[in-house]
């Protein structure tokens, strides 16, 4: 799957306040720093940031050719954008998921979607209908790769079974490593998954939380980072990219700042020492 190596999440778009023109201007940036794909979901922003972002590629055609979109599908809001929506649940039928690919690309003004995610793993799916429904998809030309997110691995190994999965998309942080614990990235190691990961900074609770865990983190995060140069955050991604699993994290925050330093870290390589001085902080104790 091509995505760079750092990739922009598009969920808070709605709140950074930026007309059309500033919109591009934020994306370019993103390109400059080698950032060329765009996470998205269709419920995002209340089922208002893709067409947020559409209207940036609208505005300047060149953009479209130069980035990949990620988008997400499978959840149903209770939302006044889709009274019909009785309750909120999740939904990976046909009908649902192929009407949510056509708002998708009408929002985004685009003719493709290089890569759809089951946003939720829908108790009620019927694995060989949502195969079924990613073929009419690829055939159709309207999405060129799937893949899951939230997933555990017996839902992922179901899946795989049928739809060739370019990612599984998981919340990984040094505040949040559970996925480290359920199989989720021994899995993604073994299959040669790569996971995106979702707030890396544990939507910013990494930086402004006061709990015991976040000061204990937080303090070896200032510490390394000092010690190789680097912002907090840099160090934070780097951890998360020191990971086998080979995971291309998401950002969350509309700064280009922000996106600088998360780039800051693709050159660096973390000796294990130091991921297990976080893992230690996290965790609250030495391994057995
Ligand atoms: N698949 C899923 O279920 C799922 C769930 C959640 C998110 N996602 C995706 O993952 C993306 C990232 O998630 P996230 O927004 O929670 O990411 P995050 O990077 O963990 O959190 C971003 C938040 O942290 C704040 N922040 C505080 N200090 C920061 C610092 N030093 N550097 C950077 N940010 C700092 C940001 O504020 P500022 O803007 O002020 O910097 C922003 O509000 C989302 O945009 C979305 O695309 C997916």
Known sequence: MNLSPIIAGLWRLHEWGLDVPARVRWIEQ?????ITSFDHADIYGGYTVESLFGEALAAAPGLR?????????????QHPARPQHALKSYDSSREHVLASVDNSL???R??????????????LMQPDELADTCRRLLAAGKVLRFGVSNHTPGQVAMLRKRIDLATHQIEFS?????ALADGTLEQCVDLGLRPMIWSPLAGGRLFTA????????????????ARH?????????????RHPARPWPITGSGRIEAL?????????????EDWYRVWQASMGHELP
């Open 30 to 34: 993103a390109l400059e720093l080698g």
């Open 65 to 77: 050719e130069r980035l990949q979109i990620v988008t997400k599908c499978g959840i149903k809001l």
């Open 106 to 108: 009408r929002a985004l």
């Open 110 to 123: 685009t003719d493709r979607i290089e890569l759809l995610l089951l946003h939720r793993p829908d108790l």
């Open 174 to 178: 040094p505040l949040q490593m559970k």
């Open 210 to 225: 006061h709990d015991e865990q976040s000061q204990r983190v937080r303090a070896v995060l200032h510490e390394l980072a």
């Open 229 to 241: 140069g680097v912002a907090p955050a840099t160090l934070a991604y780097a951890w998360i990219l």
């Open 260 to 272: 600088r330093e998360a780039v800051a870290a693709l050159p660096l390589q973390l000796p294990a």
